[in-house]
């Protein structure tokens, strides 16, 4: 009985020793995220590509909404045929699918274009961030969007992230 007892403290002595306090850190992905310089260019093209779309889709309102105007004119003139008010309603409908369409593919795009464009950056923060875990052994580090709380022994790692990414 004692020898199983002295064998058990054998192995759980090491163990124990082996055994490091946990070490945790935070850190803030925003304002990293807001300081790279390829996310000010990223979300330069991003608004350029919205501008363009926004652009088409004042054009083809314009459109629509002088082609309504005509067909109002047109109701209101009681000598026009049934036949062809109703064609320009028909050419109204077609129309104005057309700007949903075209809303809806726009904004596809653009979502799509943003989540191309930003993947690489969020990667490279990442990639940051693993590095500054692995460099200063740190068991756990959070995002700090919405902690209830965190304690002293809690580190801020944001400042060692900006640094392995050269910014401010």
């Keep these: 009985m004692i020898k ?5 403290i ?3 002595l090491p163990m124990c020793a082996a055994a490091q306090t946990p070490k945790f850190g935070i850190v803030e992905v925003e304002p990293i995220f807001q300081s790279l310089p390829e996310t000010t260019a990223a979300q330069n093209q991003i608004t350029e590509a919205s501008k363009k779309y926004e652009d088409e889709f ?5 459109e ?22 109703e ?18 593919t726009a904004t596809n795009d653009l979502q799509r274009q943003q989540q191309t464009l930003m993947a690489p950056i969020q990667e490279k ?20 969007e919405v902690p209830a709380y965190v304690g002293t022994d809690v580190v801020d790692v944001t400042p060692l992230v900006k640094t392995k990414l050269n910014v401010k």
């Design 87 to 104: 064609r320009r309603m028909q050419e109204l409908s077609e129309l104005d699918q057309k700007v949903q369409q075209f809303r809806a």
């Design 125 to 144: 923060i990442l990639t940051a961030i693993k590095a500054v875990g692995q460099e200063n052994n740190f068991t756990f580090i959070f995002t700090n």
């Design 4 to 8: 199983k007892l002295l064998l058990a």
């Design 58 to 62: 004042a054009k083809l309102q314009e």
């Design 10 to 12: 054998a192995v759980a």
């Design 64 to 85: 629509f909404n002088k082609k309504y105007t005509e067909f109002q004119n047109l109701t209101k003139d009681t000598t026009t045929p049934e036949s062809i008010k």
